[in-house]
Structure formats: C-alpha cells, structure tokens
C-alpha cells in the first residue's frame, strides 16, 4: 500500500500490511520436492558408483537425465513463484549475494549447466572417465543446492516452525529419501538384489530420521514459543490440516519403513518398489503441509 510519494526525489514510502492468504503454495512445494528428487538422485548415483561401479552401466544416462528433468521442474516452478518472472535475468546481471534466492539460483544454475554438460559427454562421447570426475563435483554442489531452500524459510520472520538447522536436516533426508526411492524404480533389473537391499536402506533410515524429527516438532514444538503452538493446532486434534499431515506422514514414512523391512525378508523387489513409490509421493504431502501452517497463522 503506498503511504505517501515524495516528489522530489521520487521515493515512495510504503507500508508493511498482513497478507491475507497463503504466500507461498503448491508451486512452492514443487519447487522442493522436485529439487530433492533431482539433487537426490545424483547423491544416489555417486554412491553407487563407490560402492559398484560395475552397475552404474545403463543408469549414467538414464538417471542423470531424469534428474535434469527434475531439476528443470524445480527451476520452472521457482521461475513461475516470482512476482516478477520477467526481471529473473537481474539475478544474474545484477545479483545480491547477500539473498539466499541470488545464491541459491546461480547454484542451481550451475549444477543443471554440469548436468547438461555430462550428458552430453556420456551420451556422444560415451566418455565415462571425464562423467565419472564430473559426478564428485556436482555431487558436492548439490548439497548446497538442496539446502539453500532451508536458509530462505529460516529467514521469512515470524514463522518460528521453520527454523534452522531442522529444516537443513529435513532438506537432506528428503534428498536421501526421494533420490534413493528413484534410483530404485530407475534401476529395476540392471540393479543387483544387494544394492536394492543398500537403497532401501538408505530410504528406510531417511524415513525413520526425517519422522523423528516431524514427531519432535509435533510433540515438543510447543515448547519453543506460542506461536509454534498456535501452527501446530492446525495438525493436531480436530485441526483442519491434520487428516493430511497423517496421511502425509504415513505416505511418506510409516509406510515405507514397514514395506522395506518386510522386502528385507521376502526379498521381494515388488515390495520395495512400492515402497519406493510411496515414499516419493507421500514426500509431496508432507513438504506442503509444513510449509502452508505457519503461514494460516495471522501476524497482526
């Protein structure tokens, strides 16, 4: 709202006023969840290139093709959230490194050019020595990727449930859950029952850790503030997102957690898959539940 114009210099004075609706919303949640499935999966893929390179045939394309699609849904998303789409290329012309969305879009944009890059040299050149070094590189700078998401809700004042360095945890364990979950669907046959086994392990942990967590905040959230306390009524009880965050949460994590433990046994590929499958859907729910709570809270 424009208070007053001052002529002589031209400067308007504004006024802060309460928004009231939903800031951010499900292009929001796209960005994220779409990031974690693109970041996590080169983490998938660089882990499994130490632990058996032998496999990595037939998944060095495919896999990091699929990530670079999900990468490109994070960037669309992220493009579409702006207020001003058009002026994104200041970003780039004239950046702020002081802003968490500056960084964070020269990161992005770094690490889908190395994903193009490495495309191209393993799917022309069949060069696997010069992918195979490139993968250390963009497998560091996806952990910056993933995580700047974490700094810019850590930074949006008076919504104290997002806070740091939870939310970084959370950022990391979805990667680690989406990316491992992926990798099992993409994998399939070319996958040896053992490294199944390693990936479903990592996407059981991932889902204990990251409910954990959730089941602290739920349980001892209150504690931090009242504020806290007030969001979290809209999860709890009779609160109108709480049907939700429950379904998100056994989706996402309960779930697979039992799904993977009885694939352990049966040894069972099918079994894993769903949990696979699960676990990637159930991540969208949750990620849009917790970042729409805080902010049905008024600020006046």
Known sequence: MVHETLAATNAVV????AIPDIFWGWYVTMNMWAK???TGLVF???LLLRKNPDEMKGLRTSTLIVSFIFMNIFLLFTLADLH???RMWHIFFYPHWTSAITVGAWMASIFVALESLMIVIIF????T???DKLLFWITLLAIPV???TAGIMAEATARELWQMPTEAVQMILAATLSGSAAIILLGGSKLSDETKQFFGAILGLSALMAFIIYMSEYIFGAMKSEEVAAILHYVKGDGEYATMFWVGQWVAYILPMLLIALARVS???AILNLAAILAIAGLWVVKHIWLIIPQLLPLS
């Open 44 to 46: 998938m893929l660089f």
């Open 267 to 269: 040894k069972s590929s």
């Open 84 to 86: 001003q789409p058009f």
């Open 14 to 17: 504004t006024l802060d006023v």
């Open 146 to 148: 993933t995580l700047y």
């Open 36 to 38: 974690s499935i693109g």
């Open 129 to 131: 020595a010069t992918y």
């Open 124 to 127: 022309f050149k069949k060069d």
